[in-house]
């Protein structure tokens, strides 16, 4: 069969060869050691973790090295385009602080190595499958959906496995004759690589292939028997033919991609090898997963698990410095460590490395990410806390921007109880959290949430509030302030010390406390708050004395 001739008769509007793309797409000029990441997600619409954890370790590698990170959108499934998907993926990344250098952009591309949409990348794919039929490792493949079904019938009953390969492969020997006058009659028909591996061998006699994945050492797998579809019947290509030939001609050298793609790692090798393409480092990360209420791992799911959307972190609020912080710390397992020995340095002098990351499942847990957001808050100066606030209000929460807006002042100072000194509070979380926890301070969502302590009676409650107002001076200093809530709560009877009623409950109604709570929630609403005296200087005095007055 001359294979040239049929090349041509595929493919007889292809003039550039392979010398021409080298040539327009050739080896990056970057400093030695430099790495070219890509993030090439598929334009669902929907951005999830997934993507932003592996985002992370793309932009790291490459922006740590001196490298390039960029953006190829994966549009090559048209079933699932979403209008405006692009946008929503370079902006949520973008909140997150991922940046790229080159690559898609909303209405367009940068960057010399472009397209970087692949739907707009066909005549390049077509040369290269070109070449391959011209080399007789590649075939048009006539067999219809029918028939594909019957040999994977066949296949089940003969309990071997599934696919076109060996003998199963029909259409791998057809004549040219035999192909002209199918595609005469208009028969359709998909490319597919023409595979040398043969897998109907005793196990141990399947030739395998070694390849060195970035973070999981060395892998030792089955070679590909495989004759995968490289051009589908309306000529796009298949996610295994356009990740080979892009990421050769946009010279990437590190593929960072979820665990899921191990399996078809095989093809990926032998098609880098057909086609005689440099191969990239591969580093296949690994899945998160989460415990769920039973205690046992699993995948984190779409359907059950909304953490899964990055929506959820910007509805919520989270600040995208926590989110940062908390991926690394799933990321790398030396990350906590080099946390500790430099509470104040940026994250960005971290020195991520891929050989530090889990090849196993990596845990997610939003109490972990809590509790790394109060303390990665607690650094976050009150005014950018206040544009934060700001700025999520305005996208998630406009009914309460009224309220910030002009009022930053006000703002920093609540955004700031108690969160001076040696030891600051860590009250604050995320956006929606924060407003939850300092809603006391604006009168339209102030509300009496609990209740007095039991042991305080109505009467009692009524007239700690009568003496509080009736001896209140908003000038008083705390420790003066606090002196009168104990001669309060004495003439009462209430303990001046929680201690003295300790040791003798029968002499007193309560202590201390419970007055100072009878006051709290009169103020607060709540009986758990930062300091009232502070509140109290934060609230001013005519509120302050409002609120007291209508408790009475
Ligand atoms: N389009 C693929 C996806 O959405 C990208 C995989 C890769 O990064 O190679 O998962």
């Not at 997150?96 to 472009?114: L, Q, R």
């Not at 797998?221 to 050769?248: C, R, S, W």
């Not at 002042?409 to 407003?435: M, S």
Request: negative net charge; proline residues 5%.
């Amino acid at each position: 069969m001359d294979h040239n001739k049929l090349a041509d008769l595929l493919f007889p509007n292809i003039s550039r060869s392979r010398q021409d793309y080298e040539e327009m797409f050739p080896e990056r000029k970057l400093p030695a050691g430099a790495k070219v990441t890509r993030l090439g997600p598929s334009p669902t619409g929907f951005i999830h973790l997934g993507n932003l954890y592996g985002a992370f370790v793309d932009e790291r590698l490459a922006h740590q090295s001196g490298g390039t990170f960029y953006l190829r959108i994966e549009d090559t499934d048209d079933k699932r385009y979403v209008e405006g998907a692009v946008e929503v993926i370079i902006n949520s990344l973008r909140f997150f602080g991922i940046h790229f250098d080159e690559g898609a952009t909303i209405d367009g591309h940068i960057g010399d190595y472009g397209p970087y949409y692949q739907s707009a990348r066909g005549d390049i794919y077509q040369c290269f499958a070109k070449e391959l039929i011209a080399k007789g490792q590649a075939y048009p493949c006539f067999l219809t959906e029918e028939e594909i079904t019957a040999i994977r019938e066949k296949q089940e009953s003969l309990k071997e496995n599934p696919g076109i390969y060996g003998k199963w492969a029909v259409n791998r020997d057809l004549s040219f004759e035999e192909i002209e006058s199918n595609l005469n009659a208009g028969k359709s028909y998909v490319i597919r690589l023409k595979s040398d591996g043969n897998h109907d061998l005793p196990s141990e006699e399947i030739k395998t292939i070694s390849i060195e994945d970035g973070i999981r050492g060395t892998l030792t797998i089955p070679e590909n028997n495989q004759d995968v579809i490289l051009l589908k019947a309306n000529g796009i290509p298949t996610y295994h033919f356009a990740h080979v030939v892009d990421d050769h001609f946009m010279r990437t050298t590190h593929v960072v991609r979820g665990a899921e793609w191990l399996p078809s790692l095989p093809i990926h090798v032998e098609l880098f090898e057909k086609l005689h393409f440099a191969m990239p480092i591969f580093c296949h990360t690994a899945q998160l997963m989460k415990l769920d209420e039973e205690g046992n791992k699993r995948k984190l799911s779409k359907r059950k698990d909304p953490e899964l959307s990055l929506d959820y972190y910007r509805n919520e609020g989270y600040h995208p410095a926590a989110v940062r912080e908390y991926l690394m710390t799933i990321l790398n397992s030396n990350f906590e460590e080099w946390r500790i020995a430099n509470p104040d340095s940026p994250i960005d002098e971290f020195d991520f490395t891929v050989e530090k990351m889990s090849n196993s499942g990596a845990l997610f847990d939003l109490n972990k990410l809590n509790d790394i957001g109060k303390d990665v808050l607690v650094k976050i100066p009150a005014a950018d806390l206040c544009q934060f606030l700001k700025d999520w209000s305005k996208e998630f929460k406009p009914e309460i921007l009224p309220l910030l807006e002009g009022q930053e002042a006000y703002i920093e100072k609540i955004l700031d109880l108690g969160r001076t000194g040696d030891k600051p509070r860590k009250d604050l979380i995320y956006a929606k959290q924060i407003f939850e926890f300092i809603r006391y301070f604006f009168d339209d969502y102030f509300v009496i949430e609990d209740s007095n302590p039991s042991n305080v009676s109505e009467e009692d409650a009524k007239a700690i509030l009568s003496a509080y107002l009736a001896s209140y001076d908003h000038h008083d200093d705390q420790a003066q302030w606090f002196d009168k809530i104990r001669a309060i709560g004495s003439d009462l009877g209430y303990a001046a010390k929680p201690k003295d009623y300790k040791k003798n409950p029968d002499l007193y109604k309560g202590h201390v406390g419970d007055v100072s709570t009878v006051i709290r929630i009169a103020l607060m609403g709540r009986s758990q708050s930062p300091d009232i005296w502070e509140i109290q200087q934060i609230l001013g005095e005519a509120r302050t004395k409002s609120r007291i007055q209508k408790r009475i």
